[in-house]
């Protein structure tokens, strides 16, 4: 027997979406439940598939099938295609597994020709001619890429003769005079006649269906979104019915539920004596769906039980199609409807307590793309709309915000002691502006990319940041925005989420979390097997992560705490030192400073573990550029501006990225580890003493081992001064000694680390950066180039590019829990917050994910996921 | 049946060496030939496994053991241990598997103590107190650590307080003072008296022997050489004979042949009346071995038999210990003996010649680390042993030069034109100094390490070269090294092989590859199932590698050839080229010279393999750097200083090695990439033409593919004006286009993008930064920790990291072998010359190695090697 290629809508059904597509199995779904669609048939998926393996021809087998199912179809429509005799007109549509924008789409009214036009304009001229012109369009476009715009000086010159307000208007003969000069087009434009035949018209569209699959937007989109080549995607071929036969007659689209709300009530428009493409093509106003149900009660009615039935049936809230001819309600289609952040949440809960889902159906059905700007400040929508951006940007870290604009981290300390909200604007951000940030409402800088220090520092401050705004040229006094000129103080607005500058004051709003969304992460918590951690510096930034449910913090990076104002200095000391006595006293220094920060941080996060990574960026970026700092700094420690700018240049690194850093560090400056040590666990013992019965969970974590020699060498010593200490003070520390996991060899050589390490956590950042070879800073050059053409999908920084780094992770994870099965795993590199990533991260087995405080609740509820 | 941990020397055989340690296997070997050896027996590695395994303590097996094989040794001699009576005295050597440096040695006259002395003393009481006196100080140095200082006190002030020469004119009332103290300053530094049982002495010193596998040193040394900690070290216990005894007494070592020329005679010294540790003490002048003939010629022909039975047995010139106890030669030790290169060679091709060992056994013979210095001119002895050195670095590339110190390359340019050879002093080299490089006899830089610029362009040119010497500071127009002034014109001279900087001229001699060798090189040939290809980028480089025997070239570096004084300036009108049209102006006038630069290639390689690696570095290493040059390509080229210093900005970036290179620089300029097929076909089109009857074998080399897309841009546009172009002129060129392998990404996707590409290239430099995470420039600022705290034993860029790196090399082996088993792989970084890295090349399955022209004949004969 020969493999089915061809299913009529009453063979198949919704679990058939790989063979049927989403829209063929939702209308053979539809046929199941009785509900009234017109019928049809689909051409499968697998006849794609046949149709590539076989050079791009249609098998005779394949045209056969579809040969019987059209006489299938003409005798449950008792209609005939290529008739005059109560003539079977057709619509044919693509629909893929997934919905796939990219693709062609739909020929309506296919089976009309001349003949048939005439036979049918004996019942309704009108209807003939308008479908007839509107199938020669949509066949030329879909068929043969002719271009709309030659069809539409047609008409326009016809509607401009005949005097009429729009083609609506146009007479019979008219729409006769159109359908002549259509065919004239077609002729000119294709080299050949319009086919007059309906069988040639319906395999010339099957085949166009099939060929858009492999169009480069599809391709693209597919490469965009992981879609296997391999799907392909199925043709539905559907009776028309017809919206457009004057009185009774209508068509339009709707949602079960308010897609911006997410209230319970029909929410669409409509048009009366139409076809479905006018409703959308913006050239006809259509009416709200409360219309219908004052013009059509009966028909509103029966189609507000569909939505509700269908609701029920998908789980899901309903976008649907539906066309009225003769009083007679027809759907053409259902489908899941988009809706914004506050609706998704509400309508997953409504549905949750109407008991239609369950908890993971309601946390399934979060875009959380749109969910995550729940969790920043809006601006206001009527203000924004007045208002036209300046410039754009990359949308580094989301939220929206209003301020002065201010040059650099003094400016920022003078202006908010006045209370005034600023943006700080820079070329890029360094660690030295870390405290600038903190003060800024927003960040907006002119290089960088979405993994730039100013886009790390701001997601992990929850900031609004737009960076590489290449718009912008920043000087020391003022900012040119295109050719304008913007000084200090003033007023400017930036969105982090779509990347835009505005000029003034924008009115913000905050969308609070809510009760409906508080329910969502309580089921996510339920259901997940990881944690969430955060990825947070300071006690206020743990404070705002726990309040988002973090049940941990994943990662501290103590650099950050070198570079405020009381300590930057002693740092510099240390690092000027020429011996390690010196260095010693310019450490004791900072010890009790680091100390009062630990033990802050060990207030917050009480017995939850903490990670804390020691001392990881090259000495150099603590140092000073400008010369006027450089000549402050001299002053301060009695040398000469040309000792310091020799010790500036013996720190000078060709690639900084790959030099002195990380536990190199540490190794050969070993009493910068032993400082932060001694700070850890004195703090950690004061915390204890002063809480009472809490134990303290710190992880004591070395970063950038590539060698299971540079963790002994380390670990070796913190462990000695920590036991010596603790034992000391005769209290109860529960710390561990692990290890970053973020270079090659690393992963490479897990099982060696594994034997020694008290836990793993990946930095995903620099193992994107070594496993790729170019660091994210510098990637901006090329990167365009790689997206314009093609050569990447996604950007490797934002979302783990698990083919690569992620098998690496995977070697890593295995040769570990082969030695150590019970080793506790984490990631802490950006990739921790972004749900695709996460995916990936629960697929393989890791404990936990970090993530930047106000990505906590997007992690939670990825975790929670099943799809 | 108890394990067998002890074996008399009778039991054992060189086949045992595992079991029985290197020392011991061969005096089996010996005993089995009835050659004249002092009996014993031999505590086996497998006691030593045995005593870590018991946390330190030995069993009482092995104690019975040892003591049940004393009794056969007792019963073999016919003297009796721990007696008055005959006493048998031993000696304790420690032996392990390998030549051991770093481990305890000896101890002599083991079974003395102050009533056996006496007893011995009836007979020859000189010995006995000689002997007795050496034991304490041995015993206490290697059971006890006591430092061999606090006996030499004692020593010095009686030889002193005797009025007498040396210890060996103490009178016999004299040696039991020296016994009397020494056996005070025992008790006093060790806290206990000398031991006085010979059962203690024996097994203090067995276990003293097993400890000293696990010290520092052993410890270090095993790592470097990768030598197992399993392995331990065996125990020697030997009957001692006596040297020392008076009138026909004697004790020596020889080699069987001259090591340093290879002659075939017995080269050695001894002294008569002497223990063996006399004659290596350097404190009494040993005689050549020749006067041995003339004093005792019956046991000097004996010995030399004994030296041919024992080459012709072990199949290699032995290096012997012996002693004549009253006229009666024993031998104490062989094994295989070191030599000089020109030795190595010679000895090598004789013992072929003579029928003793094969060809394999002639090529595994050698030590390949010498036989380097067989390549390079080196300094003449005597003129090198009248100077020190004054400076010393890191002897990056082997070879002796003099020349006039210069500092830039005009200037190499301006002496050179007058014949004087030079000597390139540079802070470090950059792509700028190329051709003064080229112009110079040796290269001396202050900066960089083993695989800097200088380091690597060097070893390619096959010039001499020190790098990192920090013994120099360079300035403009003068050097600091260390306290003292050079300035230009001044003469010095420069050991690549060892490092060392020297004032003034110091002849050299070129030691010319003679015929000897040269067999070497056609056994290796016969043998090696890999082939040697050459990096290099002139046809003249490429020339001298094919002298030494290259079979094809696996890498030119399209680079080279952009920083030649005639094309660097359109190279630069490139890179300021603001749009397409104007860059492709620019290569324009790049073409003809590269294709002349390749069609000289060609003429030179003809129908063998030669791989040319696309453009790679960033294109900021192309433009000037000094305001000087500056201002003079603004000159040139028609621009504002401004507008260059502009260009030159935008092109930084933070991590050249990770930025904006490789491919990525032809994803985005394909014009540079098309102009280079242009000038490679074209080239190869218009040799062929020329040649007549040739066909060319061009590899096109894309560098830097982390991503099969990547490949699959450039290769379809390369592939398509090539077939045009070759087409078009309807000539035969073999072209292929491959890709370098040298980013972990690309390792981990080998698979995919082996389906694309014609041939591999492992770039192992890059490969090895980008796994480790650290750049080969900026890691000298903590490598030098590393080595000195044992973390890490070897430059991972010399010597490949086999466990790391390799793992990745081996997962993209067998990826890219699993879709194309005959896929050409093979390997042109800098580890292609390096045995120990061909070693696992081998292994891994790959086609050829590619090294620096020099390096050729080493590569052959390492791929040859079964060791």
Partial sequence: ???????????????????????????????????????????????????????????????SQVNKNMKSLEKITRKNFNSNDNPLLVSVRSGARASMPGMMDTVLNLGLNDEVAAAMAKTNARLAYDSYRRLIQMFADVAQGVDKKHFDVVIDTIVDDQKVETDHDLSVEALQEVVLRYKEVYQREVGEQFPQDPQVQLLQSIEAVFKSWENPRAKYYRKLN????????????????????????????????????????????????????????????????????????????????????????????????????????????????????????????????????????????????????????????????????????????PGAASGLIVFDAKKAV?????????????????????????????????????????????????????????????????????????????????????????????????????????????????IADLKVYTNADSSAEIQMALDFGAKGVGLVRT?????????????????????????????????????????????????????????????????????????????????????????????????????????????TYPEIALMQTQAIIEAAINVTKELGGVVLQPEIMIPLVGDVEEFNYLARQVKTLANELIEKANVDVHYTVGTMIELPRACILADEIAKEADFFSFGTNDLTQMTYGFSRDDAGGFLKSYYDLNIYAKDPFSTLDTKGVGELIKIAINKARAIKPDLKIGICGEHGGDPASIAFFKEVGMNYVSCSPFRVPIARISLARDK
């Fill in 1 to 63: 027997m020969n493999k089915q290629f061809v299913y009529l809508f009453s063979e198949g059904s919704a679990k058939m979406r790989n063979t049927l597509g989403g829209k063929g199995a939702n209308l053979a779904e539809m046929t199941r439940l009785n509900l009234p669609v017109p019928q049809g048939f689909i051409v499968s998926t697998d006849a794609c598939n046949d149709y590539y393996d076989n050079d791009g021809k249609m098998s005779d087998d394949i045209i």
């Fill in 226 to 397: 992981s879609i296997p080549d391999s799907w392909g995607t199925a043709v539905t071929i559907q009776e028309m019915v017809f919206g457009n036969m004057g009185e009774g007659c209508a068509t339009g689209v709707a949602f079960s539920r308010n897609p911006a709300t997410g209230t319970k009530e029909l929410y669409g428009e409509f048009l009366f004596d139409a076809q479905g493409e006018d409703v959308v093509a913006g050239t006809h106003t259509p009416l709200p769906i409360s219309k219908l149900k004052e013009e059509m009660p009966d028909q509103y009615n029966e189609f507000l039980e569909i939505a509700e039935l269908l609701e029920k049936h998908y789980h899901d809230m309903q976008d649907m199609e539906f066309t009225i001819e003769n009083y007679k309600l027809y759907i053409l289609q259902t489908r899941s409807g988009k809706r914004t952040a506050q609706a998704a949440v509400k309508i997953a809960n409504d549905l949750f307590k109407e008991g239609v889902i369950s908890k993971q159906e309601a946390i399934d059905s979060l875009d959380l793309d749109i969910i995550d700007g729940l969790l920043h400040p809006q601006f206001q929508l009527e203000a924004l709309a007045k208002v036209e951006p300046i410039a754009s940007g990359l949308p580094a870290s």
């Fill in 414 to 526: 003078e202006y908010s002691e006045k209370g005034r909200p600023i943006i700080l604007v820079r070329m890029e951000t360094s660690p030295e502006d870390i405290e600038g940030m903190h003060l800024s409402s927003g960040i907006l800088t002119a290089r960088g990319g979405m993994t730039s220090h100013a886009a790390v520092v701001a997601r992990g401050m929850g900031k609004s940041c737009i960076v590489g705004s290449t718009d912008l040229r920043v000087y020391d006094d003022y900012v040119m925005i295109k050719d304008r000129k913007f000084f200090e103080g003033d007023q400017i607005s930036i969105d982090g989420g779509t990347g835009f500058v505005y000029e003034g004051q924008i009115e913000t709003q905050s969308v609070a979390i809510g009760e409906d969304f508080d329910n969502i992460l309580q089921w996510s918590d339920e």
């Fill in 559 to 667: 650099e950050h705490m070198f570079f405020e104002a009381d300590r930057i200095r002693a740092v510099r000391e240390m690092i000027l030192s020429t011996n390690q006595m010196q260095r010693e006293v310019a450490l004791s220094k900072i010890l009790p400073i680091q100390r009062d920060d630990f033990e802050k941080i060990f207030r917050t996060v009480r017995e939850l573990p903490v990670t804390i990574r020691y001392l990881d960026p090259p000495l150099h970026e603590f140092m000073p550029t400008t010369t006027q700092d450089i000549e402050e700094l001299a002053d301060v420690m009695g040398m000469s501006v040309h000792e310091i700018r020799d010790t500036i240049r013996s720190l000078h690194e060709f690639n900084p990225m790959m030099g002195h850093r990380g536990c190199r560090l540490a190794i």
